[in-house]
C-alpha cells in the first residue's frame, strides 16, 4: 500500500468535512451538532466541540454494520497496518470483540471451548451467551515473580487430545503486567488439531510495530486476535479492533455476532480516533513509538541509580522468534516483556505495591495497578523523557523518606543495607539485621513466602490439574431456593453458585458450577483479609459466599 494511502483517515476526515459542510439536521443525535446547549447558562463546554463531530448514519457516513464507503476503506486500512486478513473497528472495547469471537467459533450451545484460567471477565460473560462447556487450563507460573503467564504447547496439546470435539482455544496474551511469551507454539497445537487460536491481545495492540517490542499473535499465527486499541496505543477509550486470518473463522458470522453485541448508533468520534490511532502507526511506522520509548530509556537509566528499586525482566532473552517449526513446546513460562510496561517492586520488601502506589498516587503520579508487591507504570507512544523524569523525582522521594523514618526506628551508620537478594542500598548493616529479622518475624518473610505460594496477585489463579473438565455455563439464573449463603471459612467441599472476580484485574477466581477446593478457599480468604475488592458475588467483602443448596441444586 502507498505512502499516501496510509496516511488517510477516511472516517476523521469525513467528521471534518461534515462539519465544514455547515448542513442543518433533521436526524438523530437530538442535541443537533452541540446547539441544544447554546442558551444553557452552564453550555456544554468542551462536550460541546464533540458534538460538533457527533453524527449517525446519514449519506455519506456509511454504517458500522455494512460498510461500503469510508468505514470500509477505514477497516481495509487497518488490516494492512496490523498484518490481519481483515479487521474490524469495536465501539465497546475488547469486550465486545471477546463476546463476537466466542458467539462465533461456538455457534450452539453446549459446544467445548479450551480456555486460560485467567481470563478477564468479559470472556466468562461470552462463555454464558453462548452456552459454552468450558475446559479451563492451568497458566503456567514465573517462578521469580510468581505471576501468572500463559498455558504451555505441551497442556494446550493435552487438552485437545482429551476433548477431541473441542472448536478452538483462547488464550489472554500479554497479561496485565506485559508478560508474554511466545504464541508460535499454540497455534501450531491447534491448528494440528484443526481447530482455532483466539487471543485477547486487549494490552498488546502495539506489539509487532517495533523492533524493540514482542511479535504480535497475529504474527505468531494466531486465528482470531482482539486488541484494545485505546489501551496502550492512541485510540479514545472504548476503542478496539478484532483482527482475523486464515480459513478457520467464518467470516460471515462473525460479522452478524459483531452487529449482535455492539451497538446499532456507534459513536463516530470514537471510530474516528480508531482510525486516527491507525493512522499515526501507518504513517509513520517504527519512528511512532521513538519519543515513547526514549522515556523508557529515561527511566531504566534513572532506576540504575535507584537500588531499591526492581523492574519485573524475564530471566530467558526479551524476544523470541514467532512462527519457527522447530521451536520447544516446553520452556521459560516468561520469556517477553513490554518494554512499555514498568513493573516495579521494592527490593528490600519493605514497601508493598499497595503503598508504593499510594504513595507515588501522593506525589501526582498515578500507576495503571498494583498487587501485594508490584506497581504497573504504563508508558506509550504518547509519553515523554518529563513524565519519566517525574517518576523517578518521586521515586526518589519516597526512598529518602523511607529511609529517614526507617533508620529513625532502626539506627543509622554509615554501612550499607543489604536487601534480600544481596544488593547495597545505603543502609546500616546493624539496621539492615534488625529490619529483616522484624520482616521475618513479624511479616513471617512476606516477600519469599507470596512468591512461593504465587499469592502476589489476582492473575494467579491455579489448579492442580493441567486442565479440568468440562464446566457448563449459561444465562439460566439460579434460583434463590437452589443456593445459600456460607461463610467463607466454612465453603471448602462446596460447590459454587456465583462468580468471584477479584478486581483489578476482573479475572474470575471462581465459576458457578465449580467445587471449592482448600486452596482456592484459602486463596480467596487470603485476598478478603487483605482488602482486595470483589465483583460478581453477593458479598462484595467475601465474608460469604453463595453455594448450591445440596438439596436442590449441588451435587452430592
Not at 493435552?158 to 508474554?180: Q, S
Not at 504513517?283 to 520509548?293: C, K, V, Y
Not at 464446566?471 to 439460566?476: A, M
Request: with cysteine; charged share 20%.
Amino acid at each position: 500500500m502507498d505512502k499516501i494511502k496510509r496516511s488517510s483517515a477516511p472516517i476523521y476526515e469525513m467528521l471534518e468535512q461534515y462539519k465544514a459542510q455547515g448542513n442543518t439536521s433533521y436526524h438523530v443525535p437530538g442535541h443537533k451538532n452541540g446547539r441544544a446547549y447554546e442558551d444553557e447558562p452552564r453550555d456544554a463546554g468542551f462536550l460541546g466541540e464533540i458534538m460538533e463531530y457527533d453524527v449517525t448514519e446519514i449519506t455519506g457516513t456509511d454504517d458500522l454494520h455494512h460498510p461500503e464507503g469510508v468505514i470500509r476503506e477505514a477497516q481495509e486500512l487497518a488490516a494492512d497496518c496490523f498484518g490481519a486478513e481483515e479487521s474490524f473497528l469495536l465501539v465497546g472495547g475488547s469486550t465486545a470483540g471477546n463476546l463476537a469471537l466466542i458467539l462465533t467459533v461456538c455457534p450452539e450451545p453446549g459446544m467445548i471451548l479450551i480456555v486460560q484460567r485467567n481470563v478477564h471477565k468479559s470472556v466468562i460473560h461470552g462463555l454464558m451467551l453462548a452456552g459454552v462447556r468450558a475446559m479451563f487450563l492451568e497458566p503456567e507460573m514465573d517462578p521469580l515473580s510468581g505471576l501468572a503467564v500463559a498455558p504451555a504447547a505441551e497442556t494446550v496439546q493435552a487438552a485437545l487430545a482429551a476433548y477431541p470435539e473441542a472448536v478452538g482455544v483462547l488464550v489472554t496474551m500479554p497479561n496485565y503486567y506485559g508478560m508474554g511469551r511466545d504464541l508460535a507454539p499454540l497455534a501450531q497445537a491447534c491448528h494440528n488439531s484443526g481447530v482455532p487460536l483466539l487471543v485477547d491481545e486487549a494490552h498488546g495492540a502495539h506489539y509487532g510495530q517495533h523492533p524493540a517490542l514482542p511479535a504480535g499473535a497475529l504474527m505468531c499465527g494466531a486465528d482470531g486476535v482482539v486488541q484494545s486499541t485505546h489501551k496502550m496505543l492512541s485510540a479514545l477509550t472504548m476503542g478496539a479492533m478484532l483482527h482475523v486470518q486464515g480459513p478457520r473463522i467464518d467470516r460471515a458470522l462473525l460479522r452478524q455476532r459483531l452487529a449482535m453485541v455492539q451497538s446499532s448508533s456507534p459513536s463516530y468520534p470514537l471510530m474516528g480516533s480508531l482510525d486516527l490511532a491507525r493512522r499515526l502507526l501507518h504513517s509513520q511506522g517504527p519512528e511512532a513509538f521513538t519519543a515513547g520509548l526514549a522515556a523508557v530509556d529515561v527511566l531504566w537509566r534513572g532506576l540504575a541509580e535507584l537500588p531499591r528499586y526492581r523492574l519485573l525482566q524475564p530471566a530467558a532473552p526479551l524476544q523470541c522468534t514467532a512462527g519457527s517449526d522447530t521451536l520447544p513446546l516446553r520452556g521459560a513460562a516468561y520469556t517477553t516483556q513490554d518494554r512499555f510496561k514498568a513493573v516495579l517492586y521494592d527490593g528490600a520488601g519493605v514497601l508493598g505495591g499497595f503503598e508504593l502506589q499510594r504513595r507515588l498516587e501522593a506525589k501526582g503520579c498515578v500507576p495503571e495497578m498494583s498487587d501485594d508487591r508490584h506497581v504497573v507504570l504504563l508508558f506509550s507512544l504518547g509519553s515523554s523523557a518529563e513524565d519519566a523524569q517525574r517518576l523517578l523525582q518521586a521515586l526518589r522521594e519516597i526512598d529518602e523518606e523511607e529511609r529517614a523514618s526507617r533508620e529513625a526506628q532502626w539506627g543509622a551508620t554509615d554501612e550499607p543495607y543489604v536487601s534480600m537478594d544481596g544488593q547495597a542500598l545505603g543502609i546500616s548493616a546493624e539496621t539492615s539485621y534488625l529490619m529483616q529479622e522484624h520482616q521475618a518475624t513479624d511479616k513471617k518473610d512476606v516477600q519469599a513466602e507470596s512468591i512461593v505460594n504465587a499469592d502476589v496477585s489476582t492473575w494467579n489463579i491455579f489448579n492442580r490439574e493441567l486442565f479440568s473438565d468440562p464446566v457448563p455455563f449459561s444465562l439460566k439464573p439460579v434460583s434463590s431456593e437452589d443456593m445459600k449463603p456460607m461463610r467463607l471459612a466454612d465453603s471448602a467441599g462446596e460447590i459454587a453458585a456465583e462468580m468471584v472476580i477479584p478486581y483489578p484485574p476482573g479475572i474470575p477466581l471462581l465459576y458457578p458450577g465449580e467445587k471449592i477446593t482448600e486452596s482456592v478457599c484459602q486463596r480467596l480468604m487470603d485476598l478478603a483479609n487483605g482488602g482486595a475488592k470483589f465483583q460478581a458475588c453477593a458479598d462484595s467483602a467475601l465474608q460469604h459466599i453463595m453455594v448450591y443448596n445440596k438439596k436442590k441444586g449441588g451435587e452430592d
